[in-house]
C-alpha cells in the first residue's frame, strides 16, 4: 500500500506559481509531484519522506499556504510599481557635491574685537594681582594655615 495523498487546485483561482510555493513549502518531510491536468485543473500528490503522514494535517496545511501565498503574490503586485521606483533611484542616484570648505580664521574685525576682549581681561587680572581696587585679597584666601593660624611649633 502506498502512502499518497493527492489534492487537486483550482488554477483559475490558485495560478500554477502559487500552487508551487504552496507545495514547496511542505517538501521538507514530503515528496511533492504536481501534475497540470488540464488548463483550470492541476494536481498535487504528496508522499512521505520517511515513515507516515497525516493527510487532514498535510491537506489542512496545503490549504493554508494557498491562502498565505495567494497574499503574498497580491502584497508582491501591489508594491511592484515601489520597488521598480526604488531599483531605479538606487541605480541612477548621483554622488552628492562635496561641501564647500569653510573659510577658516576670522575677519579683521573679528580679529579686533578678539583683541580688544583680551586687553579688558588683562587689565582686570592686573588690577586684581597688584591689590588696587579691592585689596588684593579680602578674604584672606592666598594665605597659608601657618600664616593664617600660625605654627603649631610656636605654641
Do not use: C, H
Not at 52 to 70: I, P, R, W
Not at 118 to 129: L, P, Y
Amino acid at each position: 500500500m502506498t502512502n499518497i495523498l493527492k489534492i487537486s487546485a483550482d488554477l483559475k483561482k490558485y495560478p500554477l506559481g502559487i500552487v508551487r510555493y504552496a507545495s514547496y513549502a511542505l517538501s521538507g518531510n514530503l515528496f511533492v509531484f504536481i501534475r497540470k491536468i488540464s488548463a483550470s485543473k492541476a494536481e498535487i500528490s504528496f508522499s512521505p519522506k520517511k515513515g507516515k503522514m497525516d493527510a487532514k494535517m498535510v491537506s489542512a496545511d496545503f490549504k493554508k499556504n494557498l491562502e498565505d501565498e495567494t497574499l503574498r503574490d497580491f502584497i508582491w503586485e501591489a508594491n511592484k510599481k515601489l520597488r521598480e521606483f526604488l531599483i531605479l533611484k538606487a541605480i541612477t542616484a548621483q554622488e552628492r557635491a562635496p561641501e564647500p570648505e569653510k573659510a577658516e580664521g576670522l575677519t579683521p574685525e573679528q580679529e579686533k574685537e578678539l583683541e580688544k576682549l583680551i586687553a579688558e581681561v588683562e587689565e582686570e587680572i592686573k588690577k586684581e594681582s597688584s591689590g588696587a581696587g579691592g585689596g588684593g585679597d579680602p578674604l584672606k584666601i592666598k594665605q597659608t594655615w601657618e600664616e593664617k593660624y600660625g605654627d603649631e611649633s610656636e605654641k
